[in-house]
């Protein structure tokens, strides 16, 4: 659980000052976060500069394709073969600090990490994530250590999900999706999905009632997707409550209390046999309190060229920014081709000419073997990949959700060679209108 309580979020700038060094490194790009945006864009300006004027500030040991973390809640894949050593992901030659930034000061050129040290750039890439906030739900983290609870948002809880799936005897199975920006909307219903399949395998589907409580008005934001998905739980018989918060859990009592957001202070209460939680999410707090954040503490990019919007020398990509899309994977993919492209042109003193179309997919998993891959941009319009009609569940899709993203994952996005499937796109929609 210390890896879980680690993450919940306190936003404290004023800790760990007492061990300040004197050290002082310079670097001409310094990226913040080693995670999907921050090692794809090392990789990248690696290529562009020469591996020693690069360096991430990281401190977690471990790097995880956490788009595994679906299936392995699901018993599909292990969360050991999500997570790969952080050093083994690192562009060759380029720098890795072990340390967390505690505070970024744009009006000087630095960072300070926890360990008191002092590091300037030339240039800032912010990769820094977003924050989950499990301890905004009255009983967790804590409940937690009781068992029938999981969440496929932590690494320390995902396998939590899968035991409280294999020891289902018959209840309700909850699931549940906060009031908040989210990363991968998809993942709180993709859950509930696997469930019922698990169930119908295992013989114990007529003893489960299956209940989705949504924070949303919706069932997934894009038309297309969500009349997909509206008949596919018609068919299973899964129930889906719009507008309905979970504000507590009882884990001793195996209760889960949920508000009702159309009317306030109305609650309901949920008895469960297996409960999956999403907790709610919210920026990273080392960004929230530096002049780099908006209104609402995310990283204040321009939606277009990735380039913050008053401090010219500075970058994001990922979660931890404003851009108006779904926070996914996919979509960094697209940003950090268009990211590179913005700051070779402001290297060169030009002016970034490459736009993000707000680019993101969501593999909707449906079952063990079906997916339906949803792919949209800013606007909520579809945008596919593939010439067929995406709003299906499909075999083909659920392979390469499983089998072929992990590989492009570690093997193409990781190393700065893959930048989401723009140029394919095109190229299958050739001839077509
Ligand atoms: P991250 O990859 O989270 O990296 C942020 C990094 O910053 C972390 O390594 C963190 O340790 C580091 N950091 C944080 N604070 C500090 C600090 N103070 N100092 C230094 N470092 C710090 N995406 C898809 O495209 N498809 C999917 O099917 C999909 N499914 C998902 C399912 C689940 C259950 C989850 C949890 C996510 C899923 N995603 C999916 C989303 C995807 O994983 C994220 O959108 C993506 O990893 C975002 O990349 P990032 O670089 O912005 O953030
Ligand atoms: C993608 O590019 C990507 O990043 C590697 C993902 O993250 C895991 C995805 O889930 C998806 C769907 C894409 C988009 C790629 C194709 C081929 C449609």
Not at 120 to 126: G, K
Not at 190 to 195: A, F
Not at 211 to 239: C, E, H, M
Not at 323 to 343: E, G
Request: charge should be positive; glycine fraction near 8%; aromatic fraction near 8%.
């Amino acid at each position: 659980m210390a890896a879980l309580c680690r993450n919940v979020g306190i936003c404290a700038s004023h800790l760990n000052t007492s061990s300040r060094s004197s050290a002082k490194q310079h670097y001409k790009i310094l990226v913040l976060g080693g995670g999907t945006g921050g090692i794809s864009m090392s990789a990248r300006m690696k290529r562009m500069l020469g591996a020693e004027n690069v360096a991430v500030m990281e401190p977690n040991e471990m790097h995880y394709y956490q788009p595994l973390w679906t299936l392995a809640g699901a018993g599909a894949k292990t969360i050991a073969s999500s997570g790969r050593p952080t050093s083994s992901v690192m562009p060759s030659g380029v720098k890795l600090i072990r340390s967390k930034v505690q505070e970024i000061n744009p009006d000087t050129n630095t960072v300070r990490s926890d360990d008191g040290t002092q590091i300037s750039y030339e240039y800032l890439i912010v990769a820094l994530g977003l924050q989950l906030h499990f301890e905004k739900i009255k009983g967790l983290p804590e409940g937690f250590e009781h068992p029938k609870i999981g969440s496929n948002y932590s690494v320390e809880t995902v396998d939590k999900t899968w035991t409280a799936l294999q020891n289902f005897k018959e209840g309700n199975a909850v699931f549940s999706f906060p009031n908040t920006p989210i990363k991968c909307a998809g993942a709180p219903q993709k859950i509930m999905y696997l469930t019922d399949a698990f169930l119908r395998k295992t013989g114990k589907r007529e003893k489960a009632n299956i209940i989705y409580n949504t924070s949303l008005p919706v069932l997934f934001g894009v038309k297309k997707y969500a009349d997909s998905l509206w008949k596919i739980v018609k068919q299973r018989d899964l129930k889906v409550n719009l507008r309905q918060n979970l504000i507590e859990v009882r884990a001793d009592k195996q209760e889960a209390v949920f508000e009702n957001l159309d009317k306030p202070g109305e609650t309901t209460v949920f008895k469960y046999e297996m409960l999956h939680v999403t907790p709610p999410m919210g920026p990273n707090c080392v960004i929230k309190n530096s002049p780099l954040a908006d209104n609402s503490g995310w990283l204040d990019v321009d939606k277009g060229s990735l380039q913050h919007k008053r401090y010219p020398n500075v970058f994001g990509i990922g979660d931890c920014t404003n851009l108006p899309t779904s926070k996914t994977a996919a979509a960094v993919a697209a940003q950090s081709a268009v990211l590179n492209r913005t700051i070779k042109k402001i290297l060169k003193n030009e002016k970034p000419d490459k736009t993000y179309d707000g680019y993101t997919s969501c593999p909707l998993v449906t079952s063990y073997n079906t997916v339906v891959l949803a792919e949209f941009d800013y606007d909520g319009q579809p945008l596919e990949t593939f010439p067929i009609d995406q709003g299906k569940e499909r075999r083909l899709m659920y392979h390469m959700k499983a089998d072929l993203m992990p590989q492009l994952y570690w093997h193409g996005l990781l190393k700065g060679l893959w930048g989401g499937p723009e140029p394919y796109r095109k190229l299958m929609h050739l001839g077509m209108k």
